[in-house]
């Protein structure tokens, strides 16, 4: 179990994670809640007819981050000129399709990072330190989610567009700065395959 998951008797998913490993998922968590941000209306009352109704922004975000986190959901212009008409079109129907679908896809990933910090926050710790993580079908697919979301931010930091970037990191020296970055990125793909491969069992 030490480093990947396992299944759990009746569903769900189990790891052993060490006082450092759930120190860094914890943070990370927390840096892209910081990033994802309160959402609307948070100082605000709830008022659920309200929030059903609430527009959502209409342009992509300006941090490279959030744009890899909250996309197009239509072809990119730049990749993909075709003709000023076309080119227009699909930034009207990306405005559109943003503005009602971009408060409920950061309310699902505010929600699972803030699954991950509370299951990392109930873990009750063994002698020799760290925890065994023990997650239930829900709380498991939350964490997908979120290291899913991690690793996107992770990578749109580290410039990463396409599978052969990943392969270069493998090669980064030792002493480039990025190298701390890349080895929680790894590590988090090496944690969500297994979690992956666990649910799918």
Known sequence: MPGHFEPLPGGGAAVALDDVEISII???????????????????????????????????PADPVLRRLFPDAYVDPERDPGSAAEADERREHSAEFRRYTENDLRAGKRENALGVIRSLDALAPVDEGGAVLKLSPEESR???????????AIGARLEITDEDDTDLLYRLPEEDPRKPMVLAYLWLGGLQETLVTTLME
């Open 26 to 60: 914890r943070s990370l968590a927390v840096q892209l809640l910081e990033l994802i941000g309160p959402g609307p209306g948070a100082d605000a009352p709830a008022d659920p007819l309200a929030e059903l109704f609430a527009e959502g922004p209409s342009e992509p």
């Open 142 to 152: 939350q964490w997908l989610g979120a290291l899913n979301d991690l690793r996107l």
